[in-house]
């Protein structure tokens, strides 16, 4: 747990301080742009910081402005991935409208998108909602940083693309250097020639926050633990007037100094304050932003923070415009700036993965091969590479551009799990819909990748609670390139099953299940599966508490089942937009009770659509049929219980023939931090539905619901009431799936 807590605390802190200088070998003289002789030099540095670090591009807007430039630029962390920007030939208000189209809980929470998962990696989400997943590789272990980098590395290698050949770093617009801090020797890094992409990703890599960049023999994080301030480094390149960007926070007050997170933050802050003095007495001239109001990870207020770094450029105006050129020699600098500039990239003539096994490799040239000898679209190779992260394999997935034979070749560069496969998946579900009783199920599902050939899967399931039982099937395709595939699956469960009146219980049944049988299904890609097969097993209830609700039975099922799913929407919990489709025709030869074989039918439909950025609304309907036989032995449908007519009881209704509808509304109230969940919502629904040949008490059971709806870490969170006809109410609370 303070390993847990420890990263967290990293993921809030403000890299301020650097510590030792770089000790990496510098050029003797970076390779000078341009400019004027009869003028000195100019160097920038800018400083780590997260989300502050963005002032910068404020402070070089003003610069550009008042025609103060910079002929060397050098940063760490964010001031790294800022400069590293400046110096491919962004110009500020580019770099301005850049960082405000981002998504940026999207980058920083690194989730692979819902609709870019696999189908196999959809059923997961679907059974086990939340955001617990752990590795099993060398025992039970953790990611090396809560944070794969996956979408930061995708917008890097976006605008570091072009920049493929250069020999240096020197031979960019702007001469660039960052820092990073390799672990293996534990000295600073300076890049400084090389893969662009590579030393962004590792001068920004904030430890435990987001994993490392191996190389070799060097594992790089953060620059900011040895050098948070480069001003050495922008000097050795052969600047002779230092700039430094200063980022100030807020000092501490002993009264804030109380929690394990305030504690180990001002720790390191202590620890690292001398190094972060060292940095700005190297300077000629500090332009310090004052930040104290802002956190290093206030993301989502951009705009007010390079505001703040605009301003504070403009306080110095005094100091700094001694530094700024006359019209001609500014044209005369950016016209070099210009020439230097590279916008474009080649067409691929051939594509090679790193990174990955041999049969990855082929499944990931599968991934990308429309991509060669065709002009290179990053946004389309953006969405193939995340999805490609979605069948749970890979961290990251990157790429960039090679010569070779004097033919330019696309690399496509994946980072496999280091934890996993095989992995572990926890989930809770709390049921709290009748007054005096509260079901609790926990389960566990296991899966291990690649035990019957290449993409191939077994996946166990562990239930105990309302619910004792294993599950497990083994998913095989045909070849590792089909579509097709085979699944031998078995069960065995004991079931609580419990029938209300209103709030009042009536019966409490336990269900014996065993299953064995295979399936022979087509994956139509990650939306969509059609599977049919057969099971064979026995099924006994055994009556516990109450009157008899339902008949007693005992004996063997035998069942030829064709099932379909398209589940086309954005989320596995609380969708937002999109359809979903399901299907089950099931021709039971045997069954206890039942007089003779019988069909059974049922079919679920969902419909979800945004109507406004913070609302959407939503269609449901399902119903069910045995075509009109009624000797089935027990029911096989069910309805009453929250979703399904919510304000009734727990399979108060009990039938052969039903249908239900559900139109509700969603808006969202909150957002939580990233560690803690997504979103709250408000949520209402009206519901009707008819179970055909019992009695009721009413002819068209129909009910309102609403409360308070949750998406957390350990899945959705649901806290509301429900009333309906014929004096149906109730308060209920849930803990698991929603929708």
Request: charged share 20%.
């Amino acid at each position: 747990m303070r390993c847990i807590l420890s990263i967290l605390v990293l993921l809030l802190l403000p890299l301020t301080s650097p510590a030792q200088s770089a000790t990496a070998p510098q050029t003797a003289s970076a390779q000078t742009m341009a400019t004027p002789r009869s003028r000195p030099k100019i160097g920038v540095a800018l400083e780590g910081g997260g989300a502050l670090g963005l002032a910068h591009i404020g402070v070089l807007k003003w610069f550009e402005e008042h025609h103060i430039p910079v002929d060397y630029v050098a940063g760490t962390s964010m001031g790294g991935l800022v400069a590293g920007f400046y110096a491919t030939g962004m110009n500020p208000e580019e770099m301005q409208s850049l960082i405000e189209g981002l998504n940026w809980r999207k980058i920083l929470s690194d989730r692979t998108p819902y609709e870019d998962l696999s189908f196999r990696r959809k059923e997961d989400q679907r059974a086990y909602p939340n955001s617990l997943v752990f590795g099993l590789r060398q025992g039970l272990s953790a990611p090396a940083g809560l944070i794969p980098g996956h979408q930061i590395g995708l917008l890097i290698d976006r605008v570091t693309l072009p920049y493929y050949n250069e020999p240096s770093f020197d031979a960019l617009p702007v001469p660039f250097r960052c820092v990073a801090t390799d672990l293996v020797s534990g000295k600073p890094h300076v890049f400084n020639t090389g893969s662009l992409a590579e030393a962004l990703r590792a001068t920004m890599s904030i430890p435990g926050a987001f994993s490392p960049v191996h190389d070799g023999q060097s594992v790089y994080v953060d620059g900011g633990l040895m050098d948070n301030l480069p001003t050495d480094v922008v000097r050795d390149m052969g600047a002779d007037i230092v700039i430094a960007v200063h980022l100030e926070t807020a000092p501490a007050e002993a009264q804030e100094i109380k929690s394990i997170f305030t504690v180990l933050n001002q720790s390191v802050r202590v620890v690292l304050a001398e190094n972060e003095v060292r940095g700005l007495s190297r300077a000629d001239a500090v332009v310090s932003v004052p930040l104290a109001d802002y956190s290093s990870a206030a993301y989502e207020k951009n705009k007010p923070i390079m505001q703040k770094g605009y301003d504070a450029a403009k306080e110095r105006a005094h100091l700094l415009d001694a530094f700024a050129l006359s019209e001609a020699d500014w044209e005369e600098y950016q016209h070099a700036r210009e020439a230097k500039k590279r916008t474009d990239a080649p067409a691929p003539q051939f594509i090679q993965v790193q990174g990955a096994s041999p049969d990855g490799a082929v499944d990931v040239g599968l991934y990308v091969k429309s991509f060669q000898g065709k002009p290179l679209d990053p946004q389309r190779l953006d969405n193939v590479l995340t999805r490609l992260t979605g069948i749970g394999r890979y961290d990251t997935a990157g790429y960039r551009l090679i010569e070779k034979n004097g033919q330019p070749g696309l690399i496509i560069q994946v980072v496999e799990k280091t934890n996993a496969p095989p992995m572990f998946q926890p989930a809770f579900e709390v049921d709290g819909s009748q007054g005096g009783n509260v079901d609790f199920t926990m389960g566990t599902r296991f899966t291990f990748m690649d035990v019957a050939g290449f993409r191939s899967e077994w996946r166990t399931d562990l239930l105990l609670g309302n619910i004792y039982g294993v599950q497990t099937e083994l998913y095989r395709p045909f070849t590792a390139e089909s579509h097709w595939f085979l699944a031998p699956h078995a069960d065995v469960s004991d079931t609580t099953f419990q029938i209300y009146a209103k709030n009042d219980p009536l019966a409490d049944y336990r269900f014996y299940r065993t299953d064995i049988g295979v399936d022979l299904g087509y994956s139509f890609g990650r939306f969509s599966e059609l599977r049919i097969g057969y099971e064979v097993g026995s099924l006994y209830d055994k009556l516990r508490l109450g009157e008899q609700e339902i008949p007693s039975v005992e004996g063997r099922v035998g069942q030829t089942r064709l099932h379909y799913l398209l589940d086309h929407t954005d989320d596995p919990v609380i969708p937002r937009r999109g359809v979903k489709v399901e299907t089950n025709f099931r021709w039971f030869d045997a069954s206890p009770g039942a007089k003779a074989g019988f069909p059974s039918m049922d079919l679920k439909l969902g419909y979800f659509q945004p109507v406004t950025r913070s609302a959407s609304v939503f269609l449901e309907s399902e119903g069910g049929t045995t075509f009109g036989v009624t000797s089935t032995g027990i029911p096989q449908f069910f309805l009453g219980a929250p979703l399904r007519l919510s304000a009734y009881g727990q399979n108060e209704f009990q039938g052969n023939q039903y249908y239900l509808v559900r139109a509700g509304y969603l808006h969202d109230l909150l957002t939580l931090p990233p560690f803690l969940g997504k979103k709250v919502y408000a949520v209402g629904a009206y519901e009707f539905g008819k179970m055909y040949g019992v009695t009721t008490r009413s002819d068209f059971p129909n009910d309102v619901a609403a409360g308070v709806l949750a998406e957390t870490v350990v899945g959705p969170f649901f806290l509301g009431g429900s009333a309906g006809d014929s004096g149906h109410r109730k308060w209920f609370f849930q803990l698991g799936r929603v929708f």
